[in-house]
C-alpha cells in the first residue's frame, strides 16, 4: 500500500496550522466584542469580571439606538430591494444586450467599488445638501443603492454567463413571450444568485458608515453612524453589544445563502 512520504505530510500539516493561524488572526477581533459586551463594567474591559445581559437591555430600551437601528433597517431592506431589481436588470442587458461601448458601461456600474468611499460621501454631500436630501431616508436609499448596484450586477452576471439561454429560446419558439420566458424559465434558473445578491445588497446598506458621516444629521442618523459617535462621546460596552448583534445578523444571513445555494 502506497504511503504519502513524511515530507509531503509534514508540509500539509504546517499549510493547515498556517491557514489556522491566519483564520483566527481574522476572526478574533470578532470574538473578543462577545466577552466585552457581557462584562459589568461600565466601561469597556477584558476579560470581564463577571457576566450581566445588561449592556443588550440598555441598547432594547434606549430610544436614540432603537430609532438609529430601525432607520437602517428600513434603508437597508428597501436598498436590497432597489438594488436587485436594477442590478439584475444591468446585468441582463450587459450580458445579453449588444449595447455600443458595453465594456465601458460595465466598467462604470462598478464604479462605486472603486471609488474611495471618503471621495463618494463628499461629492454625495455637496448635491444632496442643496436638495435638501440629507439624513432623511430618500438621500440615504438613493447613495446607497448606488453603492449596492456593483455588488448585485457581478453576482448575476456570474450566474447569467451560467445559465444556458437555449432554454429560453426553446419558451419563445413555443410561443412565449420574452417578458414570460424570463419570468418562468430565467428568473427560477437564477434565483439563488439574486438571492445571494439581495443579500450582499442589505449587508452592504446596513453595514455603511463612511458615507454615512456626510449624509446623516440630527433628524436622521444609522445605526453605524450611531455607535462612531458613541465611542467618541460615550463609549460603553453597549458599543460591544451592538457589534455582536450586527455580527450575528452577518451570520445568520450567511448561513441563509449557504443554504439557499446548497438547495441548487
Given amino acids: 500500500m502506497w504511503h504519502r512520504p513524511w515530507a509531503a505530510t509534514v508540509a500539509v500539516l504546517l499549510q493547515g496550522a498556517v491557514l489556522a493561524l491566519i483564520l483566527f488572526y481574522l476572526v478574533l477581533p470578532t470574538l473578543v466584542i462577545l466577552p466585552i459586551s457581557l462584562g459589568t463594567a461600565n466601561h469597556i474591559e477584558f476579560p470581564p469580571r463577571q457576566l450581566t445581559l445588561h449592556w443588550y437591555r440598555e441598547y432594547l430600551s434606549d430610544p436614540d439606538w432603537m ?111 420574452r417578458t414570460r420566458s424570463f419570468l418562468l424559465i430565467v428568473l427560477p434558473n437564477i434565483s439563488p444568485s439574486v438571492a445571494v445578491a439581495a443579500v450582499f445588497a442589505f449587508l452592504s446598506s446596513f453595514d455603511e458608515a463612511t458615507v454615512a458621516f456626510f449624509i446623516s444629521d440630527t433628524g436622521g442618523k444609522t445605526i453605524s453612524r450611531k455607535m462612531f459617535e458613541d465611542i467618541d462621546f460615550n463609549l460603553t460596552p453597549v458599543i460591544a453589544a451592538v457589534s455582536t448583534l450586527l455580527a450575528g445578523v452577518s451570520l445568520l444571513l450567511m448561513a441563509a445563502i449557504r443554504a439557499t445555494t446548497r438547495q441548487h
Wanted: charged share 5%.
Fill in 67 to 177: 430609532a438609529a437601528t430601525w432607520f437602517s433597517l428600513k434603508i437597508a431592506l428597501a436598498t436590497s430591494l432597489a438594488a436587485t431589481v436594477i442590478g439584475t436588470l444591468a446585468a441582463i442587458a450587459l450580458t445579453r444586450g449588444d449595447l455600443p461601448g458595453k465594456q465601458a458601461l460595465q466598467a462604470l456600474s462598478l464604479g462605486p467599488m472603486v471609488v474611495p468611499h471618503v471621495v463618494f460621501g463628499v461629492a454625495l454631500y455637496l448635491i444632496f445638501a442643496p436638495l435638501e436630501l440629507t439624513g432623511n431616508f430618500v438621500g440615504f436609499l438613493l447613495a446607497h443603492t448606488v453603492l449596492a448596484v456593483p455588488y448585485v450586477l457581478i453576482t448575476v452576471t456570474a450566474a447569467l454567463q451560467r445559465f444556458d439561454f437555449t432554454l429560453e429560446l426553446a419558451a419563445l419558439s413555443c410561443g412565449a413571450s
